[in-house]
């Protein structure tokens, strides 16, 4: 956790790091106010006035587009406005992995500030637009306005939290019951922000999802398939309708997939196999 920065008086090299103040109304045209960050990290309405003299860049972007390449500088720490993106490393092979989806309010490029260098590469997944905040300018900014440094904190704590869901998503074997958990944490992530749990417009293709869940994309797309069968969505391309949001949720607790459960609920009662019943630590001796 970062320490809380004591207010200190301007330098001339505080001076230099400082971030853009604004001289006049047209200066913002091209630049995002401090305190539309603020709202945008959630910090509460009260303190975003203390960002109104400062200007940070705003980048646009293009869907497809890349903000930052894994082992490119990391000089600013991006904080999405609007917009998605999918952040990710490259195989020698050129294989994507990618390592998560990052919406408005959330940090990219923290994981660059220790060595200087971004350890992933991050992509536009639709037309977005992020706060650029200069990494010389951070230390300085976080103690001027302790506003910002409370809200990035808990961007970052919150960012941190959510870091174990991917381990969460890859200790389920079968893949439909990764999707199903993959979805139920996306819909968690809706509700958080104000939006239906229910209805979600995926912006990240089978693809991108496929290489999230660590599974091929043929893979991906029958495991679709399978929660649609079973009752739990409705899929049209990248809209998903949830019908049966608890019904997922048990999916997505589940230590085997869909069919194998329907298996098991369904089948008839059968004799136990006597070297099974046998068994009473050791494996049944192989012939």
């Known amino acids: 956790m970062m320490q809380t920065p004591t207010k200190t008086s301007d330098t001339p090299s505080d001076r230099a790091n400082w971030p853009t103040r604004s001289a006049t109304p047209a200066a913002l045209a091209a630049q995002g106010k401090l305190s539309d960050l603020l709202q945008v990290m959630g910090a509460p309405s009260d303190e975003r006035p203390l960002g109104e003299a400062y200007a940070i860049p705003l980048r646009r972007l293009r869907g497809g587009l890349t903000l930052f390449h894994e082992g490119a500088p990391a000089e600013s720490l991006h904080i999405v406005q609007v917009g998605t993106f999918k952040c990710l490393r490259v195989a020698e092979d050129g ?5 998560g989806f990052m919406g408005p309010g959330e940090v990219l490029g923290f994981d660059g500030l220790a060595s200087g260098q971004h350890q992933t590469a991050a992509s536009a997944l639709e037309d977005s637009r992020v706060y650029a905040v200069p990494v010389r300018a951070l230390d300085t900014l976080r103690q001027r306005v302790p506003a910002f440094d409370r809200a990035l904190q808990s961007a970052i704590s919150r960012q941190l939290a959510r870091a174990a869901e991917i381990a969460e998503v890859m200790s389920a074997v079968a893949a439909e019951v990764r999707l199903a958990r993959f979805l139920v944490q996306v819909s968690q992530h809706m509700a958080e922000r104000g939006q239906s749990p229910r209805r979600l417009l995926l912006r990240m293709n089978r693809r991108d999802i496929a290489s999230y869940l660590g599974v ?4 991906a797309s029958r495991s679709f398939g399978a929660l649609a069968d079973a009752g739990y969505l409705k899929v049209d391309n990248r809209a998903v309708d949830i019908l049966d949001l608890e019904g997922l949720k048990v999916c997505a607790r589940s230590t085997r997939g869909v069919a194998e459960d329907t298996e098991l609920e369904e089948a008839p009662l059968r004799k136990a196999d006597p070297a099974v019943k ?8 192989t012939r």
């Open 95 to 99: 294989y994507e992995q990618v390592l």
């Open 278 to 285: 046998a068994w009473s630590g050791n494996p049944p001796a």
């Open 216 to 219: 091929a994309h043929a893979t």
